[in-house]
């Protein structure tokens, strides 16, 4: 061959649609070293062509989802059993793949200085692989929240702040912010204008969330960094057309230019009433990020478990405090909100696909690599059905899930030569 | 000369695509022996790739062992800016068919030395063997690849500037821009086009009549640079019932009577053998 750039195997995937740039078109996607190349310049710069073709029964490619907040799930919770997390959070890497997760940021919520400091250093951050999906960073929710919308964190562990020390006291309860990546604080308590700068600048996403902040306070906190919302509608003020709250930052027009509030959504049609995704989505589509929430219960089958110290009863979509009609949280998979998050809104394939792969990856700043299916980004990719069923998951241009539901396609290998 | 005319711009690009699968199918190429072929960009020969890729699909036409040389490319537009000529023909041909890359060849408009690039150029399709069928459009003026008006009708592969039509027609492929269109390119020359063994023009539409007028009913001028194929041995015309507006009735008469002779030569084998059955 004349001018290879790299003598890896090129993989061209055929028969397929390709979310690519805002659309879904009919074309091929070709891969090499994890990546996915540029079939144009690999055809008349390195005169190459690909060493394996394969036939993807006409399914649709979308970039790998990616959920910015999840608890846990297949009963394992990250924040309750630090001696057993490293297990844990390989179980859900693994099982992630089959719902099309290919990279998260597991979840801890509200804790004791000492449980961050047992956990924390322990979930660090980890490409995926056959093993499992792969770890973007610790999403920290709490414990600067607020004690008045703790939603089910521990009240007791919660930090008002009453006398506030700023960034310090951040360092001091969670000892190192090294593997977190997104923080949920809600932005009425400490100082938090400095303190919201501060992590802005290191790098970490700061969502506001469990709080009873007003407009101008979400605002002030969007002008010093804060770029996302978590679980909105959840754990905040109602809106109120007086004071919008932190929902009202979905048409504020005091955002900087340039920066996007993006906002997650639990669209699991059970945390988040259809006609709210709706106004919200409408709102401020380009912001909408959907996020599971899920909980250790995801995933296991209906009937009765003990999860710690917690007895859930699991009815199919729905895991309630065992005896009770008190929801316990999310059981939702991040393939089943997409297809929610569709048929609710009546959004495009493209809207609904971008909401669990582009936004989260533009959140996280890690659009130039994830999220999108351009030349030169890593090749996480998900086969999907017309109706969004995952059909397979790969990570690194490489298969890491397949559903048994279809048949084993061949390799074909290299037409010429 | 042939003139072929059909009733309109599909039907002329599927007679012209019918045209090349069986030239390439008689030929019959392999690893010892390939087609050459010189292909156009452009709205004209969209319908016939498209024709191509058809062929190809329904497993009746493969390009393994087939060369291609480009007839032109603008300079200093980068490789993969969309209207550039290589993104072209990747996007509405080679990109859907079994061509090998080390086998298409497109001019490089953004080499260092484009004079030595054209040399190079010439020398690549002397060693292919020549070229067996070239393929061509042509704009209003009458210009064939990018051989403007007054164009030398020997003239080989080289760096041309385009005339002020020629960019003002291409604006609209820049944003209707003007200063983005690229003012020169490297385009073969007449001369090496008439080098092929056969030569194929496609015109179609109404805006193309007097150039068709010129091309096929005055005589040979570098004015009008597709005339110089009067004097090729074997040139075929094939065009649609708006491009023959400006020709005489006698001569559109003249070759529509011909047209069944020119249908034989694109029926494809099985119809070829079908006929053959009958006549036994």
């Keep these: 061959m004349p001018s290879r750039a790299s003598n890896s195997p090129i993989t061209q995937f055929q028969n397929c649609r390709i979310l690519y740039k805002h659309k879904i078109i009919r074309e091929d996607l070709w891969v090499r070293d994890g990546k996915i190349l540029n079939p144009e310049s690999l055809f008349f710069v390195e005169k190459g062509y690909a060493d394996y073709k394969l036939d993807c029964n006409n399914c649709i490619i979308s970039p790998g989802f990616i959920d910015a907040q999840i608890n846990g799930a297949f009963g394992v919770d990250f924040s309750s059993d630090p001696d057993s997390l490293a297990e844990g959070l390989q179980r859900v890497s693994k099982k992630l793949l089959a719902h099309g997760v290919t990279s998260y940021c597991p979840t801890i919520i509200t804790s004791s200085p000492e449980t961050y400091r047992q956990i924390l250093p322990q979930i660090r951050r980890t490409n995926g692989s056959h093993n499992g999906a792969g770890i973007l960073g610790i999403h920290v929710e709490g414990p600067f929240i607020s004690k008045d919308k703790p939603g089910a964190h521990p009240v007791d562990l919660i930090h008002d702040c009453s006398q506030p020390s700023g960034f310090q006291q951040f360092l001091e309860v969670y000892h190192s912010l090294d593997n977190v990546a997104i923080l949920t604080l809600a932005p009425e308590s400490c100082q938090s204008s400095d303190v919201v700068t501060r992590l802005t600048r290191e790098g970490i996403v700061v969502s506001l969330g469990h709080s009873v902040a007003n407009l101008p306070q979400a605002e002030d906190a969007v002008r010093n960094g804060a770029s996302f919302i978590t679980h909105l509608f959840n754990a905040m003020l109602p809106f109120h057309h007086r004071d919008p709250g932190i929902v009202g930052l979905l048409t504020s027009d005091q955002i900087p230019p340039g920066q996007t509030v993006f906002y997650g959504m639990i669209a699991d049609g059970i945390h988040t009433n259809p006609a709210a995704l709706r106004i919200a989505y409408r709102a401020h589509p380009k912001g909408i990020v959907l996020v599971t929430d899920a909980i250790a219960a995801t995933g296991l089958p209906s009937g009765i478990h003990q999860l710690g110290s917690v007895t859930v009863q699991v009815d199919d979509d729905r895991a309630y405090v065992a005896g009770t009609q008190t929801l316990s949280g999310s059981i939702a998979t991040m393939d089943s909100c997409v297809r929610h998050f569709k048929q609710a809104t009546g959004c495009s394939t493209v809207q609904a696909l971008e909401a669990a792969s582009l936004h989260p990856a533009q959140l996280l700043k890690i659009d130039h690599i994830k999220g999108t299916l351009d030349y030169g980004t890593e090749a996480d990719l998900v086969f999907l059905d017309d109706d969004l069923n995952v059909k397979r998951t790969y990570i690194g241009g490489k298969m890491v899930w397949e559903s048994a539901s279809i048949p084993t396609e061949q390799l074909t290998s290299r037409p010429y030569l | 000369m042939r003139l072929v005319i059909l009733d309109d711009y599909d039907e002329a690009s599927h007679w012209a695509a019918k045209y090349v699968r069986n030239r390439i199918l008689e030929f019959n190429p392999g690893p010892d022996k390939y087609f050459t072929l010189g292909l156009p960009t452009g709205g004209t020969p969209e319908g016939m790739y498209r024709k191509l890729i058809e062929f190809h699909k329904e497993g009746g036409l493969s390009f393994q062992y087939v060369k291609t040389f480009n007839m032109d490319e603008y300079v200093g537009l980068p490789r993969d800016h969309p209207e550039s000529y290589h993104s072209f023909m990747w996007n ?17 408009g953004n080499a260092e030395d484009l004079d030595k690039e054209c040399e190079r150029y010439e020398e690549e399709i002397k060693q292919a063997g020549g070229v ?31 005339a002020h039509d020629t960019i003002i027609a291409n604006a609209r492929f820049f944003d209707g821009d003007i200063s983005k269109v690229p003012t020169s390119a490297l385009t073969v020359g007449v001369g090496t086009v008439m080098d092929a063994r056969e030569v194929m023009i496609i015109i179609t539409g109404a805006h193309k ?39 005489r009735v006698k001569t559109v008469k003249y070759f529509k009577g011909l047209m069944e002779v020119h249908d034989k030569l694109v029926q494809s084998s099985h119809e070829q053998s079908a006929k053959r059955q009958k006549l036994k």
């Design chain 2, 132 to 162: 067996e069928l070239f393929i061509g459009g042509i704009g209003p003026d009458g210009h064939i690849a990018f051989n403007e008006p007054g164009s030398s009708l020997v003239s080989r592969t080289r760096i041309k500037s385009l």
């Design chain 2, 209 to 247: 009549a007097f150039a068709l007028y010129k091309a096929v009913e005055e005589g040979v001028s570098h004015m009008w640079t597709v005339s110089a194929f009067q004097q090729h041995p074997k040139a075929i015309f094939i065009c649609d019932e708006d491009a023959t507006l400006e020709l």
């Design chain 2, 92 to 108: 509405k041909f080679f990109k859907h068919i079994d061509i090998l890359p080390e086998n298409a060849h497109i001019l490089d």
